[in-house]
């Protein structure tokens, strides 16, 4: 379970921090002799080590075999020897041939090795293998300043690990009630998972000898040669011309089909981790993080990071901080219902609905609803208060500052994983422009004032113009939902008819609810369709915009997205929260939609009970169909492939594939990379915390969604996709920023749920003012006595217009037909000097709602702000090391420094005396 991050990390590479103007002379002066750090394999089992190849020079010299295994397991070339970094896949068939030639022609000129396979499924499919040697990786691990370790350092346990071993203390005197080994790692299966610490630094061939090397081939593992190999490939040329460079290029005019790094082997063994140790990084991660057995111990990041790349390993970092985070809120949510079931037998305006049997209510709708007794709504009155009860704007504050405090931890998390996984001085390489950017605005160049280069520019004129068509889109497709939200209340106030006359006296006697359920039902299914519509609109309006770099569409693409996405799934719960029932007028005088239809009410119960199902539905709905797409898809994709393979070969026939055969065979990784991981969480923290005042259960929900989504995450990763390559990010990018602007929205949201949406402030008013405590200050149950006649007006039912008129003329409650009819509002009575103003009352209420409106999101702004303000970005601990590791340095280079000094002044006196001897 990822309850908390703390813990999780143990024991990585640390970041050097340069304190000097010219580091050379640390560098130049360091001793060669240092403690030696674990390479990644040493989590592996002796002999089973097919994360590695042999040193091939040490083969040749020795004349030693390569072993078998090295050449049947399909992760090095045929000699068995070199490993291979990266797989390129295209079919003879394809026409582009001329391109592939030269491009494979310059990949050996920058030194790479390339073998090439035919497929054993389809002769048609050509696999390029690619190998880099060490000289290329040394070449280019230098213009990547990818950093390495150089130096052993030690230094004093920090804080926090402390604080989680007393944790671990006193989580272990509970462990028979616990699982075993409750959320933390199994050290028996990972019995090496710490790593000694290192200083890293920028990799140097001319200082190749202050680096810890004990196997050229181990040195770089294999994440960083398929990034270093990738970086190559998006660099070389395919024909002659400016533009004409790069991998990417060749696979979006359909050159090559795939471009990938493999796995390192099967993710099973016939044999225990626990006996027989793991057979490569993939079977370790799928025993110790994928499998379902471990749902809850907290996931290895370090292992995650080291397979698929800090960008990867950040992502499942912050989706277990951030599920850890819900366990108090889930607990809180589930307090406020418990509170709610144990308090509804002593709710008294519950109890008064259920015993108002001679209160008959007017007909929700025209001609076909009949009349009803008030206490007929006596479940959904009780279910209300379920969720509307005294708690609820305690927790409505307590979530908001729970996002603050989210936000503000993960920062802090984060920092430390940004030191851990030395990132911290790590700088995102100056990007280069976009191909397209590149070709559209090619005739157009100006210095890049960075580089000194002349560059392609984008006229500020055009950039203005293309913004603006980029706005009337996005502007366009939001009237887009905003036209199937009307489309939805119209079928809602035309269905209600349809349900209120129906035969079955089952939907006839709770038209309402059924019209709820329906098109809540409908709305899902126009989101889901909606969402493959904004995709493509997403994707024209980024390309139309003309972005610079990558990380600039990315951006653009991903906010316009989120803004699609978060409009289309809260639009409906916007107007049921907020619209339903506001504007429907009264009986005789109701509002209608083209003066026709009229405008939907509220249930007798109130509006909430529509909210809550709204929520309910959607977030169940959702976040099913998404783990089904996630994992279920892809699932279903591989037996089908897997099933046509066995129909070619024959079922008798048992075909051992190579690793990259295997490989072809997944899935690949979404084509926006993490987007849709992020986009599906962040809009479920929308869901937690926008109208969690109407839905104390939301956070539970999430919670038991995410528990189950980190592992079906983590099986597909390793199981049903293509290897991603292993990317470096310091941090979540604009999706930070995405979730400030939904806890903003939250508080905003949550006032005016309670102030407008529950019937808190009502019942507030009526206690205080018009209740039997009224001047008294006392607010308690036996304050709400007759708070439910209260709110209810009179109608006479001779004024009802003509097609809102009922069929029935309610004789059924008396005998004798109705002549008054009673509706939630607070108006005059029609015998009244103004019939059907509204009271006294109504202005009362009307003024505390908006004065709790602001009241609240003063009072939670100022303590969000508070809590920002008090809580710093970087902990104290690691702000400490940081400094320590600074000191540290300093005297390194101190003691180095004098050294060189001892040694120049010695060789001066030698030289000294020996000119004193040669003297005649």
Same mark, same amino acid.
């Given at each position: 379970?990822?309850?908390?991050?703390?813990?999780?990390?143990?024991?990585?590479?640390?970041?050097?921090?340069?304190?000097?103007?010219?580091?050379?002379?640390?560098?130049?002066?360091?001793?060669?002799?240092?403690?030696?750090?674990?390479?990644?394999?040493?989590?592996?089992?002796?002999?089973?080590?097919?994360?590695?190849?042999?040193?091939?020079?040490?083969?040749?010299?020795?004349?030693?075999?390569?072993?078998?295994?090295?050449?049947?397991?399909?992760?090095?070339?045929?000699?068995?020897?070199?490993?291979?970094?990266?797989?390129?896949?295209?079919?003879?068939?394809?026409?582009?041939?001329?391109?592939?030639?030269?491009?494979?022609?310059?990949?050996?000129?920058?030194?790479?090795?390339?073998?090439?396979?035919?497929?054993?499924?389809?002769?048609?499919?050509?696999?390029?293998?690619?190998?880099?040697?060490?000289?290329?990786?040394?070449?280019?691990?230098?213009?990547?300043?990818?950093?390495?370790?150089?130096?052993?350092?030690?230094?004093?346990?920090?804080?926090?690990?402390?604080?989680?071993?007393?944790?671990?203390?006193?989580?272990?005197?509970?462990?028979?009630?616990?699982? $075993?080994?409750?959320?933390?790692?199994? %050290?028996?299966? /990972?019995?090496? !998972?710490?790593? =000694?610490?290192? &200083?890293? *630094?920028? @990799?140097?061939?001319?200082?190749?000898?202050?680096?810890?090397?004990?196997?050229?081939?181990?040195?770089?593992?294999?994440?960083?040669?398929?990034?270093?190999?990738?970086?190559?490939?998006?660099?070389? $040329?395919?024909?002659?011309?400016?533009? %004409?460079?790069? /991998?990417?290029? !060749?696979?979006? =005019?359909?050159? &090559?089909? *795939?471009? @990938?790094?493999?796995?390192?082997?099967?993710?099973?063994?016939?044999?225990?981790?626990?006996?027989?140790?793991?057979?490569?990084?993939?079977?370790?991660?799928?025993?110790?993080?994928?499998?379902?057995?471990?749902?809850?111990?907290?996931?290895?990041?370090?292992?995650?990071?080291?397979?698929?790349?800090?960008?990867?390993?950040?992502?499942?970092?912050?989706?277990?901080?951030?599920?850890?985070?819900?366990?108090?809120?889930?607990?809180?949510?589930?307090?406020?219902?418990?509170?709610?079931?144990?308090?509804?037998?002593?709710?008294?305006?519950?109890?008064?609905?259920?015993?108002?049997?001679?209160?008959?209510?007017?007909?929700?709708?025209?001609?076909?609803?009949?009349?009803?007794?008030?206490?007929?709504?006596?479940?959904?009155?009780?279910?209300?208060?379920?969720?509307?009860?005294?708690?609820?704007?305690?927790?409505?504050?307590?979530?908001?500052?729970?996002?603050?405090?989210?936000?503000?931890?993960?920062?802090?998390?984060?920092?430390?994983?940004?030191?851990?996984?030395?990132?911290?001085?790590?700088?995102?390489?100056?990007?280069?422009?976009?191909?397209?950017?590149?070709?559209?605005?090619?005739?157009?160049?100006?210095?890049?004032?960075?580089?000194?280069?002349?560059?392609?520019?984008?006229?500020?004129?055009?950039?203005?113009?293309?913004?603006?068509?980029?706005?009337?889109?996005?502007?366009?497709?939001?009237?887009?939902?905003?036209?199937?939200?009307?489309?939805?209340?119209?079928?809602?106030?035309?269905?209600?008819?349809?349900?209120?006359?129906?035969?079955?006296?089952?939907?006839?006697?709770?038209?309402?609810?059924?019209?709820?359920?329906?098109?809540?039902?409908?709305?899902?299914?126009?989101?889901?369709?909606?969402?493959?519509?904004?995709?493509?609109?997403?994707?024209?309006?980024?390309?139309?915009?003309?972005?610079?770099?990558?990380?600039?569409?990315?951006?653009?693409?991903?906010?316009?997205?989120?803004?699609?996405?978060?409009?289309?799934?809260?639009?409906?719960?916007?107007?049921?929260?907020?619209?339903?029932?506001?504007?429907?007028?009264?009986?005789?005088?109701?509002?209608?939609?083209?003066?026709?239809?009229?405008?939907?009410?509220?249930?007798?119960?109130?509006?909430?009970?529509?909210?809550?199902?709204?929520?309910?539905?959607?977030?169940?709905?959702?976040?099913?169909?998404?783990?089904?797409?996630?994992?279920?898809?892809?699932?279903?994709?591989?037996?089908?492939?897997?099933?046509?393979?066995?129909?070619?070969?024959?079922?008798?026939?048992?075909?051992?594939?190579?690793?990259?055969?295997?490989?072809?065979?997944?899935?690949?990784?979404?084509?926006?990379?993490?987007?849709?991981?992020?986009?599906?969480?962040?809009?479920?923290?929308?869901?937690?915390?926008?109208?969690?005042?109407?839905?104390?259960?939301?956070?539970?929900?999430?919670?038991?969604?995410?528990?189950?989504?980190?592992?079906?995450?983590?099986?597909?990763?390793?199981?049903?996709?293509?290897?991603?390559?292993?990317?470096?990010?310091?941090?979540?990018?604009?999706?930070?920023?995405?979730?400030?602007?939904?806890?903003?929205?939250?508080?905003?949201?949550?006032?005016?749920?309670?102030?407008?949406?529950?019937?808190?402030?009502?019942?507030?008013?009526?206690?205080?003012?018009?209740?039997?405590?009224?001047?008294?200050?006392?607010?308690?149950?036996?304050?709400?006595?007759?708070?439910?006649?209260?709110?209810?007006?009179?109608?006479?039912?001779?004024?009802?217009?003509?097609?809102?008129?009922?069929?029935?003329?309610?004789?059924?409650?008396?005998?004798?037909?109705?002549?008054?009819?009673?509706?939630?509002?607070?108006?005059?009575?029609?015998?009244?000097?103004?019939?059907?103003?509204?009271?006294?009352?109504?202005?009362?209420?009307?003024?505390?709602?908006?004065?709790?409106?602001?009241?609240?999101?003063?009072?939670?702004?100022?303590?969000?702000?508070?809590?920002?303000?008090?809580?710093?970005?970087?902990?104290?601990?690691?702000?400490?090391?940081?400094?320590?590791?600074?000191?540290?340095?300093?005297?390194?280079?101190?003691?180095?420094?004098?050294?060189?000094?001892?040694?120049?002044?010695?060789?001066?006196?030698?030289?000294?005396?020996?000119?004193?001897?040669?003297?005649?």
């Amino acid at each position: 379970m990822e309850a908390s991050s703390s813990g999780i990390t143990n024991g990585k590479t640390k970041v050097f921090h340069p304190v000097a103007k010219d580091v050379n002379i640390l560098f130049d002066e360091l001793e060669a002799v240092n403690s030696p750090c674990k390479d990644d394999d040493s989590l592996l089992h002796p002999g089973n080590l097919t994360s590695t190849s042999d040193d091939a020079s040490r083969l040749e010299a020795g004349g030693e075999t390569v072993p078998e295994k090295n050449k049947s397991n399909g992760l090095y070339f045929r000699d068995g020897r070199c490993r291979i970094d990266y797989i390129l896949v295209y079919r003879k068939s394809n026409p582009q041939t001329e391109k592939r030639e030269v491009f494979e022609r310059n990949i050996r000129a920058e030194g790479l090795h390339m073998e090439k396979e035919s497929s054993l499924i389809n002769s048609d499919i050509i696999f390029v293998k690619l190998h880099a040697p060490w000289e290329v990786l040394g070449r280019y691990a230098e213009q990547m300043n990818v950093r390495m370790p150089f130096r052993r350092k030690i230094y004093y346990l920090p804080r926090r690990y402390k604080f989680m071993s007393r944790i671990d203390k006193q989580i272990s005197r509970f462990r028979r009630w616990l699982p $075993k080994k409750p959320m933390r790692l199994d %050290k028996e299966t /990972l019995p090496d !998972l710490e790593e =000694n610490d290192c &200083y890293t *630094a920028p @990799f140097s061939q001319q200082r190749i000898h202050h680096f810890i090397i004990h196997n050229k081939d181990t040195f770089f593992n294999n994440a960083t040669r398929s990034r270093i190999v990738h970086h190559i490939l998006q660099r070389i $040329k395919y024909e002659e011309g400016k533009n %004409k460079i790069g /991998l990417n290029r !060749l696979l979006t =005019n359909g050159s &090559y089909e *795939a471009a @990938f790094p493999l796995h390192e082997g099967s993710y099973r063994s016939k044999n225990s981790i626990r006996t027989h140790g793991a057979v490569n990084h993939r079977h370790l991660l799928y025993e110790c993080w994928a499998s379902w057995g471990v749902w809850y111990k907290y996931q290895p990041l370090d292992l995650v990071r080291r397979y698929f790349g800090e960008k990867i390993g950040l992502y499942f970092a912050w989706l277990g901080w951030y599920t850890g985070m819900l366990f108090p809120a889930a607990f809180i949510g589930l307090f406020v219902f418990l509170y709610g079931v144990i308090t509804l037998d002593h709710c008294q305006v519950s109890k008064e609905v259920c015993q108002a049997t001679d209160i008959i209510m007017c007909p929700v709708c025209d001609k076909y609803c009949p009349f009803m007794r008030l206490s007929d709504s006596c479940v959904y009155a009780k279910v209300t208060h379920l969720f509307d009860n005294g708690a609820t704007v305690f927790f409505a504050v307590f979530m908001a500052v729970w996002a603050t405090v989210f936000l503000e931890f993960w920062k802090r998390r984060r920092a430390v994983i940004a030191y851990d996984w030395d990132l911290i001085d790590w700088e995102e390489e100056e990007e280069e422009i976009r191909p397209q950017f590149e070709a559209k605005y090619s005739k157009k160049e100006r210095m890049n004032p960075i580089s000194g280069k002349p560059e392609p520019y984008q006229a500020f004129a055009d950039k203005c113009s293309r913004l603006i068509v980029s706005a009337s889109g996005i502007f366009f497709m939001i009237c887009v939902v905003i036209a199937a939200v009307f489309g939805i209340v119209i079928y809602r106030v035309v269905t209600v008819s349809t349900f209120a006359a129906f035969k079955w006296a089952l939907i006839r006697n709770n038209s309402q609810v059924a019209t709820t359920g329906t098109a809540v039902c409908i709305n899902f299914c126009i989101i889901m369709l909606l969402n493959v519509l904004y995709e493509k609109v997403a994707l024209l309006l980024t390309n139309l915009e003309q972005p610079r770099t990558e990380s600039e569409w990315e951006n653009s693409f991903t906010l316009k997205m989120f803004l699609f996405q978060f409009v289309n799934l809260n639009s409906s719960t916007f107007y049921i929260a907020f619209f339903l029932g506001r504007f429907t007028g009264h009986p005789g005088a109701y509002l209608r939609l083209i003066n026709r239809w009229r405008l939907e009410e509220c249930h007798p119960s109130g509006c909430l009970i529509d909210l809550c199902m709204q929520m309910g539905i959607i977030m169940v709905l959702k976040q099913t169909w998404n783990n089904f797409m996630e994992l279920g898809y892809p699932l279903i994709q591989n037996w089908w492939t897997r099933r046509k393979v066995r129909q070619e070969h024959g079922p008798e026939r048992k075909v051992s594939f190579p690793q990259w055969e295997k490989d072809y065979n997944l899935q690949p990784m979404n084509a926006y990379g993490l987007f849709d991981e992020y986009l599906e969480m962040i809009l479920q923290f929308g869901f937690t915390t926008i109208f969690v005042a109407a839905f104390p259960l939301a956070p539970l929900l999430a919670l038991l969604n995410n528990i189950i989504e980190i592992r079906l995450d983590a099986y597909k990763f390793v199981t049903q996709w293509r290897r991603p390559l292993a990317s470096r990010a310091k941090d979540i990018g604009i999706w930070y920023g995405i979730l400030e602007g939904i806890g903003i929205l939250s508080v905003i949201t949550n006032a005016f749920v309670i102030a407008i949406t529950s019937d808190f402030i009502p019942r507030l008013v009526y206690a205080y003012k018009y209740g039997p405590c009224a001047g008294q200050g006392e607010a308690g149950q036996k304050c709400m006595v007759g708070y439910v006649n209260a709110s209810l007006s009179v109608f006479r039912i001779s004024d009802f217009e003509n097609r809102s008129e009922p069929e029935s003329d309610g004789s059924e409650f008396s005998g004798t037909p109705l002549k008054y009819c009673r509706y939630r509002d607070y108006r005059d009575p029609p015998h009244s000097l103004v019939p059907y103003g509204y009271t006294l009352q109504f202005w009362h209420v009307l003024a505390a709602r908006l004065a709790f409106i602001i009241v609240f999101e003063h009072l939670v702004f100022c303590i969000k702000h508070l809590i920002s303000y008090l809580i710093p970005d970087l902990p104290k601990d690691l702000r400490d090391r940081m400094r320590r590791e600074k000191y540290l340095i300093q005297e390194m280079m101190y003691e180095a420094e004098l050294e060189r000094l001892q040694k120049e002044r010695k060789e001066r006196k030698k030289n000294g005396k020996a000119h004193h001897n040669e003297w005649p």
